[in-house]
């Protein structure tokens, strides 16, 4: 009867919700945006659907309501995807680097030339066999196949900032890196210094915490 059919619609738009509510957190989480916190009581905090889309919309990820949430994952998705390379990796120590290469799996086969130059002027370019690529992922985007294919790099001869350039093809994409030391440099002596703590500072548009706009 009637009642029967207002339960089912009434079901149907809660599986709705939860599905638009998890998109939602996955797109969230995509973006660098936590749902969810515990306070100093152990309680777990959310924020508002509303809230929500007002700091994703900040983020330049801007959906009218929940449901859109799928569509805007997918957007991301083709993004990544067409971006061959993450714009930075960083290293420690003497560490290699490990790049990631997005690209279509019908060019994944293609000699791969890897160029270093080193903020120090040295240069050095090597090919990267079929063998030496590592597969992380693959996925269809727009009805074509794409595969992440992991670069190794050796470590830099020296610490600093450097740029990558990876050759395939016609191809090419770049990226900045940046070889760290695993250990700060250590100064010689004893040394003494005062330590301000940013959230120790107090103003009179302060709210209790001191931040970046106390500075000014």
């Known amino acids: 009867g009637r009642g029967r059919r207002a339960r089912r619609a009434r079901s149907a738009a809660a599986r709705v919700n939860a599905r638009s509510t998890r998109a939602l957190r996955e797109l969230c989480a995509r973006v660098g ?24 919309r900040a983020r330049g990820v801007a959906i009218e309501r929940p449901g859109d949430a799928r569509h805007r994952i997918a957007d991301l998705e083709r993004r990544r995807w067409g971006t061959p390379t993450d714009p930075c990796v960083v290293t420690w120590g003497d560490a290699p680097a490990s790049l990631s290469l997005r690209l279509p799996a019908r060019a994944s086969r293609r000699r ?7 903020d120090g002027g040295e240069r050095t370019t090597f090919d990267v066999s079929a063998d030496e690529r590592a597969q992380r992922e ?4 727009d009805g074509v196949a794409h595969v992440e294919l992991a670069i190794r790099v050796p470590a830099a001869a020296t610490k600093g900032v450097h740029a990558l350039a990876l050759e395939w093809g016609d191809q090419r994409a770049s990226a900045t890196w940046i070889a760290a ?10 040394r003494s210094m005062v330590v301000a703590p940013l959230f120790a500072l107090r103003t009179r548009s302060s709210v209790g915490v001191g931040d970046l706009g106390d500075l000014g």
Do not use: N
Request: no cysteine; hydrophobic share 40%.
């Open 181 to 190: 030391p695993a250990r700060a440099h250590a100064l010689g002596g004893r």
């Open 112 to 118: 791969l030339r890897v160029v270093v130059q080193e």
């Open 138 to 141: 693959q996925r269809t985007i």
């Open 33 to 56: 945006i936590v749902t969810s916190y515990r306070d100093g009581l152990g309680e777990r905090r959310s924020p508002s659907v509303e809230s929500v889309q007002a700091v994703l």
